[in-house]
C-alpha cells in the first residue's frame, strides 16, 4: 500500500533496534565486520536508528589493552570502515568506542550517518567498583561541552562534534531526536539522558556492556522502564552479547525498547546468533505525554531549560512513505493489560477502587440503605456485585441493597430472569415495579401515538421508560433512607448513550462511571475466576456475561424476532473504548488512532488476545469499518454528549487511560464541534474505493 496513511514517519514513528553483535576479545576488525553486518540488516528491515553495545568497536573487557596504542589505532581504523559503509545505508547508527583526545581515553558513543560522523559523546559516570576498574583507563566526559575532535581521515574531513551535550536531529523529520548515554551513565542518580529529553530528545538511547550477574536483568529493565517513564522518552539499551573476555565475568546481550515505561520488545540473552531486536517508537505519543504533563516542562525549567545548553547536530535522514508495516504489538483492548497476571493485577485494583470509593460515600451519606435498579444487563450487574461487597466490607446486611427490577414494555424474560437470580444469590432486598402502567399513562398525557394505541417507538418512547425507571429509584431513596447507585459506564458516557437525568447518567454515585464497557466485561470473568462470589453467583454472572448487550427499550421486531442491539446502533465496543483510551489518554489525532486501530484489529492474527476472551466473540475490523466508526464516535464525543458528562454525579477514576468527569481528566465545552477531528480523518484516510 502507498498511500501516506500507511507511512510510520508520516504517522510520527520510528523504527528503532538494539543491536546484539558478536563480541571478541580486541578483535577490532571483525568488530567492526559484525556491526556493518547488523547496519545493514537493519537497512533492509527500515530501520531509522540502531544502537550498539559499548566498546562494541573496541571490546569492553580488554582491561589494560585499552592504552595499547596499536589497539587506539586499530580503533580509528574501524570506525572509519562503519562510516564508509554507512553511506549507503539508512540508519542512524550509534556505535561504541574508545577514543583518545588531548592525551585522555574517552568511553565514547559515536553517531553515524551516511558517511558522516554526526558528533561523539563521552561516558559521563565511569563505574570503580566491585569488579568495575574504568578509572584505570578512562576519563570521564562530565563538564565537557562545546568541543571538537579530530578523528583524522581525508584532508578536508572536518572535526566532529565531542561532549555531553549533543542531541541528533533529523532535519525533515523534526519528531527524530535522539541522545545517548553509556551503561553507568544511567544507574547514576542523575542520568545524562534526564537533561537530554529535557533539552528535546524522544529516544535516549544507552550503549551499554554490563556484564551479567543474578537478577542483572530485571535490574536493568526496571531502569529502562523508570527512566522512559520519568523523561517521557523511548528508551533503546543495548548490552555486550556473547565473545567478550569472559576472565572473571559474563555476558548476556541483553536488548530493551521501552516506551513512556512499557516494555515494547526484548532481545533473546545468551544468544550466540547476532540479533537487532526491533520495536516501532510512537513519537506523537511521546510529544502528547510532554505537553499535558506540566511536571517535565517545570522539571525543564528548574534545570535551566537544557535546550539552551545542547547542541543539536543536525542530519537530513529523508521521509520513507512506504508501508513497512509495524513492529509493536498494539493491545486491542488497551484498559485491559493483555498479560494474565498484569490483568488480575488491574483487576483485583479497579474492582477494590470501586468498593472503597462507594463504601466511603455510603459511610459519609450516613445512608440506611441503597437504592439500584438491576436490569440483568452487565452495568447494572457490575454496579451490584460492586456494592454487595462494599456492604461486606463496611460490615452490613446484603439486605440493605434494596434491587428494584423495573420491566418495560420490551424487556426480555432472560434479563428479567437473570436479574432477579442474580439479586437472590446476592441475598439482597428484591422487589418489582412493572413501570408499563405508568408509561401507558404518561404517552397518553403527552398525546404521544403509543398512548393512543400506535405502534410508535421512538425516542421519546424509549426515554419515558428510561426516565420513570430513575423517577421510581430516587423516589425510593427518598422513602427508605437510601442513594441510588449509578449504573452507567465509561464507554456509555464517552458516546452520549445515556438518556440525561436518566440512571446510567445521573445518581448519586456513578459507580462504574471510570470503567469501559470492556473493562467491565473483563472484571466479571475476574470475578468468576477468582470467586469473589458463590458458584450459584458465578453462574449467573457467567449467563449474563454471555447476553447481547441490549436497551430491551423498543420491542423484538415482528417478523425476526430480533431485539435491540446496542452495539449495531453505536458501533462495537472494543472500538469505541479502543477509540476513547487514545482520544482520552493521549490525544492522539483521529487518523493515527485508526492507523494503531487497523494494526490490532485488521485479522484475527494482528495482536494476542487475553487468554479468557471467548473464542466465539473474536472478530476482526476492516479499514472501512474503523473508519466508520471512528467517524461516528468523534460526532458524539466531542459534539452531541459533552454536555451529559459535564452534569456527571461523583464516581471514583478507576483506569489510568482515562476518565470523563468534568473533574478530573476531562474538560471540555459542551457546545464544541467534531468538524475539526472530522476534517482531520477524512483529509489522511485513503478515499473509499
Not at 161 to 176: N, R
Not at 591 to 614: M, N, Q, T, V, Y
Amino acid at each position: 500500500m502507498t498511500h501516506p496513511f500507511f507511512s510510520l514517519h508520516r504517522q510520527r514513528m520510528i523504527r528503532v533496534a538494539a543491536a546484539t553483535p558478536p563480541a571478541s576479545v580486541g578483535d577490532v576488525p571483525a568488530n567492526a565486520a559484525a556491526t556493518i553486518a547488523l547496519a545493514r540488516e537493519a537497512d533492509t528491515r527500515g530501520v531509522d536508528l540502531v544502537v550498539f553495545p559499548e566498546l562494541n568497536l573496541t571490546s569492553y573487557a580488554i582491561d589494560d589493552l585499552h592504552l595499547q596504542s596499536a589497539q587506539q589505532a586499530a580503533t580509528r581504523a574501524a570506525i572509519d570502515s562503519v562510516r564508509a559503509a554507512s553511506v549507503d545505508l539508512k540508519p542512524l547508527l550509534l556505535v561504541g568506542a574508545a577514543i583518545a583526545r588531548n592525551g585522555r581515553l574517552y568511553n565514547c558513543a559515536l553517531a553515524i550517518h551516511r558517511g558522516r560522523i554526526l558528533g561523539v559523546v563521552p561516558k559521563t559516570f565511569l563505574p570503580n567498583y566491585r569488579e568495575y576498574y574504568e578509572k584505570r583507563w578512562f576519563a570521564s566526559g562530565a563538564g565537557l561541552t562545546g568541543l571538537t575532535i579530530d578523528l583524522g581521515g581525508e584532508p578536508e574531513r572536518e572535526p566532529v562534534p565531542f561532549g555531553t551535550d549533543l542531541l541528533f536531529a533529523a532535519s525533515d523529520l523534526p519528531f527524530f531526536t535522539v541522545h545517548a548515554e553509556i551503561c553507568e551513565d544511567y544507574w547514576a542518580p542523575t542520568p545524562p539522558s534526564t537533561m537530554g529529553a529535557l533539552a528535546g530528545a524522544l529516544v535516549c538511547c544507552n550503549l551499554s556492556a554490563s556484564n551479567i550477574v543474578i537478577g542483572k536483568a530485571r535490574e536493568r529493565t526496571m531502569l529502562a522502564a523508570a527512566q522512559s517513564a520519568r523523561a517521557a522518552c523511548a528508551y533503546v539499551y543495548a548490552a555486550a552479547g556473547i565473545g567478550e573476555s569472559t576472565t572473571d565475568v559474563a555476558w548476556d546481550g541483553q536488548g530493551l525498547i521501552h516506551e513512556l515505561g512499557e516494555l515494547i520488545a526484548e532481545s533473546t540473552r545468551f544468544s550466540r546468533t547476532p540479533e537487532l531486536v526491533v520495536a516501532d517508537i510512537d513519537a506523537e505519543r511521546l510529544l502528547q505525554e510532554r505537553a499535558r504533563t506540566g511536571t517535565f516542562n517545570d522539571a525543564a525549567a528548574v534545570a535551566g531549560h537544557p535546550e539552551l545548553r545542547f547542541r543539536r547536530i543536525g542530519f537530513v535522514h529523508g521521509e520513507d512513505l512506504a508501508d513497512r508495516g509495524l513492529e509493536r504489538s498494539i493491545r486491542r483492548f488497551p484498559f485491559v493489560p493483555n498479560d494474565p497476571a498484569k490483568r488480575d493485577a488491574d483487576c483485583y485494583e479497579a474492582f477494590n477502587i470501586q468498593v472503597e470509593g462507594l463504601a466511603k460515600r455510603l459511610e459519609a451519606a450516613r445512608a440506611d440503605t441503597l437504592v439500584i435498579g438491576v436490569s440483568g444487563g452487565l452495568d447494572s450487574t457490575h454496579a451490584l456485585i460492586v456494592a454487595a461487597k462494599a456492604m461486606d466490607r463496611l460490615g452490613r446486611p446484603r439486605s440493605s441493597i434494596l434491587g428494584f427490577t423495573m420491566p418495560g414494555f420490551a424487556t426480555g424474560e432472560g434479563s428479567k430472569a437473570n436479574a432477579w437470580a442474580l439479586m437472590r444469590a446476592l441475598g439482597i432486598a428484591a422487589d418489582e415495579i412493572d413501570i408499563r402502567p405508568a408509561a401507558r399513562q404518561m404517552l397518553a398525557d403527552m398525546d404521544h401515538p403509543f398512548g393512543r394505541g400506535e405502534p410508535v417507538y421512538d425516542v421519546t418512547f424509549e426515554n419515558v421508560q428510561a426516565g420513570l425507571r430513575t423517577d421510581y429509584l430516587f423516589r425510593l431513596a427518598n422513602q427508605r433512607g437510601g442513594i441510588v447507585l449509578g449504573t452507567g459506564d465509561l464507554s456509555e458516557l464517552a458516546l452520549g448513550w445515556c438518556t440525561y437525568g436518566v440512571g446510567d447518567q445521573m445518581s448519586h454515585y456513578a459507580v462504574n462511571a471510570g470503567v469501559p464497557k470492556t473493562l467491565i466485561q473483563f472484571l466479571i470473568r475476574w470475578c468468576i475466576r477468582t470467586d469473589q462470589y458463590d458458584a450459584e453467583t458465578n453462574h449467573i454472572l457467567a449467563a449474563i456475561l454471555a447476553q447481547e448487550i441490549s436497551p430491551e427499550l423498543v420491542p423484538a421486531d415482528a417478523d425476526t424476532g430480533a431485539m435491540q442491539s446496542t452495539e449495531s446502533m453505536i458501533g462495537p465496543y472494543a472500538l469505541n473504548d479502543f477509540f476513547a483510551h487514545y482520544v482520552l489518554r493521549h490525544g492522539l489525532a483521529p487518523s493515527k488512532i485508526a492507523f494503531l486501530c487497523w494494526h490490532a484489529w485488521r485479522d484475527l492474527e494482528a495482536g494476542r488476545w487475553p487468554e479468557d476472551f471467548p473464542a466465539d466473540a473474536r472478530v476482526a475490523y476492516d479499514l472501512p469499518v474503523i473508519r466508520h466508526w471512528l467517524e461516528s464516535f468523534c460526532r458524539r464525543f466531542f459534539q452531541t454528549s459533552q454536555f451529559k458528562r459535564s452534569a456527571l454525579p461523583n464516581g471514583p477514576k478507576v483506569s489510568a487511560g482515562g476518565a470523563v468527569s468534568p473533574r478530573g481528566d476531562w474538560r471540555a465545552p459542551s457546545d464544541g464541534t467534531a468538524r475539526v477531528w472530522l476534517e482531520e480523518l477524512t483529509a489522511n484516510l485513503p478515499q473509499p474505493s
